[in-house]
């Protein structure tokens, strides 16, 4: 009885740990792939959703105006509204938005699931 001759459960073995490991691997690249990806969307969207309330209030820059037009623009964009704040003088207008990213795990995973949530504050000038 040569036990040497007989490899095929090491090969086998192997090539599942190697497996299992890319699987991992990709799935660790592709979330945080994701989430880099949302940030960077988002701060541009916080930008043009600032951008647009600002157009769409035209002179008639009225708190509660501001932030049911940021939260149907926000909404078309796909994020939810988290604050619009207006200077003291009424001439900067800052809308914060929250999203979450399409992630695999990250949004699945309670304890993590905050990874997965970004928030972007952007700004325009109301004249």
Known sequence: MNLHLDERGFVAGWAVKLALFLALLGI???DGAA???NMFQL???????AVE???AAGDHVSPLLLERSAKKIAKAHGASLVGVELSDDKEILRVTIRRD???VVINRVDQI???GQTSATG???TR
């Open 28 to 30: 660790v690249i592709y």
């Open 35 to 37: 989430v880099a990806v």
């Open 43 to 49: 701060d541009g969207i916080s930008h043009d959703v």
């Open 53 to 55: 309330v600002t157009e």
């Open 101 to 103: 990213a399409d992630t």
């Open 113 to 115: 699931s905050h990874w």
């Open 123 to 125: 700004k325009s000038f």
